[in-house]
C-alpha cells in the first residue's frame, strides 16, 4: 500500500480512471457486437443505421486509449467491409 500523500492521491485516481476505462470499454464491446449481430442477421437496414454509431463509439475508445488506433481502423474496415457485402448480395 502506498504510504505517500502524493501516492494516495495517484491510487485513488487510477481507481476513478479504472472505473471508468471498464464502462467505456464495456460500451465498445456492445456497439460491436449489436453491430456483428445485424450483419450476421441479414439485417441491411439496422447495420446501415447502427454503422454511424458504432464508428464514434470505436474512434472514441481509441481517442481515450481504450484501444490502439491501428486496431480501431481495423474494426471499422471489417464491419464496413461486410456491410457493404451484405448490401451487394
Do not use: C, P
Request: net charge positive; glycine share 2%; proline share 0%.
Amino acid at each position: 500500500m502506498a504510504n505517500h500523500v502524493s501516492a494516495l492521491k495517484a491510487a485513488r485516481t487510477i481507481e476513478r480512471k479504472t472505473e471508468i476505462n471498464k464502462v467505456r470499454r464495456t460500451r465498445l464491446r456492445h456497439q460491436i457486437r449489436k453491430m456483428r449481430l445485424a450483419l450476421e442477421n441479414k439485417d441491411a437496414k439496422e447495420a446501415e443505421g447502427l454503422l454511424a454509431s458504432t464508428f464514434s463509439v470505436v474512434d472514441r475508445a481509441a481517442k481515450w486509449g481504450i484501444i490502439k488506433r491501428n486496431a480501431a481502423a481495423r474494426y471499422k474496415s471489417r464491419l464496413h467491409i461486410r456491410l457493404k457485402k451484405l448490401a451487394a448480395a
